[in-house]
């Protein structure tokens, strides 16, 4: 049983981290004037040999909810398809729900999903213009990691959704993500802070993969370093696009 001062130092953790992030993100990241909103995707989806049920984001998700493929797919209370803008030129793709993303069948609504927002409005841009994606589209019970049969099951929805709407950059978010998609066992310090490729098919040009933290694994290590590598990750990101990098307050 934990003490009531274990408790109570575990409070003040928190408050203390919640309490850097106001200012954190209120100084390093905070935006300063107006960003024009990022521009649509060229690419036309070019799906039509796809079976019927897989050739369109709706259908897709439609699919997901119905998936049964693995045990967390009767534990869910939501499966979570991922949502956003379709035409997104950027696109982020987390590890799997938790328990808030679950409840809302939203892909990070929770304590993560805060930061990741504030993360995307410090590029300057809305959640509304990105895409919000995970490896995982149900939630593993106690937030465990994703076992390989899983990721296994779950890879052709995300590959289906990356092949329809063909960002121009994917930023995965973490090991579970950039692993997968980049099929590598690589540490994920060792694979942020540059760009890798990530192959559509031989008629389109790659898109670029920008591995960076999990906003969960930022939350847990709030260190400035930390921050500061994301922030570069993030500012890499926008110079690719070609938007402007937000001046610091
Ligand atoms: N963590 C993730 O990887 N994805 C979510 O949607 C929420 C938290």
Redesign the pocket.
């Known amino acids: 049983m934990r003490s009531i001062m274990e408790k109570q130092a575990n409070l003040n953790k928190i408050l203390k981290q919640h309490l850097e992030l106001e200012a954190f993100f209120a100084g390093d990241f905070t935006v300063k004037g107006k960003i024009e909103p990022i521009a649509a995707a060229v690419t036309e989806p070019t799906t039509q040999q796809e079976p019927a049920d897989m050739n369109t984001l709706d259908a897709i998700a439609k699919k997901v909810k119905g998936c049964k493929k693995c045990e967390i797919g009767t534990t869910r209370t939501n499966a979570?398809p991922g949502q956003g803008n379709p035409k997104a030129r950027l696109m982020f793709v987390?590890?799997?729900?938790?328990a808030?993303?679950d409840q809302k069948g939203l892909?990070?609504?929770?304590r993560?999903?805060k930061l990741l927002t504030q993360i995307i409005e410090a590029m300057g841009l809305t959640r509304d213009e990105v895409f919000?994606g995970?490896i995982l589209k149900c939630r593993p019970p106690g937030n465990r990691d994703p076992k390989p049969d899983e990721i296994a099951n779950c890879w052709p929805y995300l590959k289906k959704q990356l092949e329809i709407m063909q960002p121009e950059i994917i930023v995965a978010?973490?090991a579970?993500?950039a692993r997968t998609l980049l099929d590598t066992k690589q540490p994920i310090g060792k694979l942020r802070g540059y760009f890798h490729e990530y192959h559509y098919s031989d008629e389109v040009p790659p898109a670029k993969l920008m591995p960076t933290y999990?906003?969960?694994y930022l939350l847990r290590n709030y260190s400035t370093d930390n921050r500061r590598r994301v922030w570069e990750d993030m500012q890499k990101v926008l110079k690719e696009l070609g938007l402007p990098i937000p001046k610091k307050k």
């Not at 892909?107 to 929770?110: L, P």
Request: proline share 9%; glycine share 22%; net charge negative.
């Open positions: 979570v987390g590890e799997a729900p938790g808030d993303e892909a990070f609504v929770g993560a999903g919000i995970n978010l973490g579970h993500a999990h906003p969960a």
